[in-house]
């Protein structure tokens, strides 16, 4: 559907525009792929109300409420469960995992988008159902408890142009785990924030779950340094002072052009 949109009508409207946002390099480079300029290409990340991560829930609510022993890490994952997600290669991951540590427990939040049925078969299949629970879709303080809980969160994308969950994890300072693709390779900074693996990889995935569950003294810089990075980069406020920017320049532009077509036409 995207491709027909862009066929039909995408192509034209970014023909015509003055500036062309895009939330990241990847991004960028689509447009460019389109046929835009790169002096009409503005960078500006999607941002996060950073004000709702201020006060967080006490640590152990979201464990008590799924029965999940005080004692077990968890493997978080949250977002809709569509193929293009990679949950299945998170599975696969965590069951190679499970081979090497007891106490772990992958929890999967969100919303079918085709692929329940596929992923809860994987589980079966693999014999792990006592090790993975489903919750369905969280929404606002019962989202920020699974956060919270969460030892790491893991996004395993095959796609990806962003990745919005990964700063809602970095805001309650968890450290992430994600694909190398798309907009994610920017987003997690590589042993810093986090941890990259190669899309598809469920060996390198299941050894980078290892290292930081294993490890809490780096899970915690690294969550710190994904909490710093957003207050430094990805707050509303932020964003919002980078879009004012541009329209300003636009406008300043435009009205110049204007005077000086007054201008021509007087004369």
Known sequence: MKILYDIIFGFRILKKSNKVIAVNLFEAEQFKGMNVSEEKIAIIPNGIDYSKYMVTPPKGVFKRKFSIREEDKIVLYLGRLHKIKGIDILIKSFSKLLQSMNNVILVIVGSDDGSLYDIQKLVNDLKIEEKVIFTGALYGVD?????????????????????????????????????????????????????????????????????????????????????????????????????????????????????????????
């Open 143 to 267: 989202k920020l408890e699974a956060y919270i809980d969460a030892d790491v969160y893991v996004l395993p994308s095959r796609y990806e142009i962003f990745g919005l969950t990964v700063l809602e994890a970095y805001s309650c300072g968890k450290p992430v785990i994600a694909s190398r693709v798309g907009g994610l390779k920017d987003l997690v900074i590589d042993g810093v924030t986090g941890l990259l693996f190669t899309s598809e990889d469920t060996v390198m995935l299941t050894e980078s779950i290892f290292i930081i569950l294993n490890d809490i003294t780096k899970a915690k810089q690294m969550g710190d340094k994904g909490k710093k990075y957003v207050k430094e980069n990805f707050t509303i406020v932020n964003v919002v002072d980078k879009l004012e920017c541009i329209y300003y320049e636009l406008a300043l532009k435009m009205r110049t052009q204007k005077n000086n077509y007054t201008i021509k036409n007087f004369k």
